[in-house]
């Protein structure tokens, strides 16, 4: 029997399951933990989608996503702070270990990404002292450079890094190996981070040829990531957080039924999560 006490499934790789639906495809098949999104979680009731979490027995690596912070105008950036309080809440709820920072990438008609990186630090300064009185980790997830323009101005492992750097107890890092893979620098900036900065590990693969930017991840297995590699090197740095795999895949997984896409996500993810024995 696969030990999958340490993987778990973002939800978004389920697009079509509810919350409910998402907690018990997931337990029905042993995986161990539901990474959830903020959208699905409003739609149960967040004290409900705790309760349905809790009664499962599952254990959540992280909330997804913050809302954009990135945004010039000063009363929009106080409005995204307050969300993303009311979102470092919910997290608290579901017992979540981080919530998953994508700040935005430049605002509307902005050039200046110096800026706006700029503005993205002030964002989690700012929010820093309520997630620590919540107990939740602000998780800056680098992606990939081809997002920056519209998604995220966090672009490179070691760009996040240095800013937990700077700001310290209450952040750490969500490693995404799809937008990391292709990084010369993602490994030594893995070791770097080490055990307890890594607060989850996203898993899934990188298609080739890649037919739409956004949204054609590869289950893990069908794209070119040394996987292993990363496991091996994890293990290294005695890493003993979470693997969890993420997939937006509109031109194939979200067509699947959600029980075979978990079944697959098992038994493809299963050698490559278990628990090693020192
Ligand atoms: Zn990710």
């Known amino acids: 029997m696969t030990d999958l006490s340490r993987f778990a499934i973002n939800q978004i790789t389920t697009k079509n399951w509810s919350l409910r639906q998402a907690v018990d495809g997931y337990a029905r098949q042993g995986v161990g933990g539901i990474a959830v999104w903020m959208n699905y979680l409003d739609d149960a009731g967040v004290k409900r989608g705790a309760r349905m979490i809790r009664d499962a ?13 990135n945004l010039a105008d000063p009363t929009q950036f106080q409005a995204s702070l307050d969300e993303n309080r009311r979102r470092i809440d919910a997290a608290a709820e579901i017992g979540a270990g981080c919530l998953v920072v994508v700040p935005g ?8 990404l110096v800026a706006a990186r700029l503005r993205v630090r002030e964002g989690l300064e700012a929010l820093l002292p309520h997630a620590l009185g919540a107990g939740v980790k602000l998780g800056l997830e680098p992606l990939h450079p081809m997002y920056a323009g519209d998604r995220s101005c966090l ?3 070691a760009q996040c890094l240095a800013l937990c750097d700077d700001l310290g107890m209450g952040t750490g890092i969500v490693a995404d190996v799809y937008h990391c893979w292709w990084d010369p620098e993602f490994a030594a900036g893995l070791k770097q981070a080490g055990p307890r900065r890594i607060l989850t590990f996203h898993l899934c693969d990188w298609l080739v040829p890649t037919r739409d930017v956004y949204q054609d991840r590869g289950m893990v297995g069908d794209g070119v990531i040394d996987f292993a590699f990363y496991r091996a090197l994890l293990d290294e740095i005695a890493y003993d957080g979470p693997f969890e795999i993420e997939l937006f895949s509109r031109l194939d997984w979200w067509e699947r039924d959600g029980d075979e896409t978990v079944r697959i996500a098992v038994e493809r993810c299963g050698p490559l999560v278990a628990q090693r024995s020192a």
């Open 57 to 69: 027995g599952l254990f959540v690596p992280s909330l997804c996503t913050s809302a954009w912070t």
């Open 155 to 157: 672009n490179s492992f």
């Open 105 to 112: 990438g430049l605002a509307a008609g902005e050039r200046d």
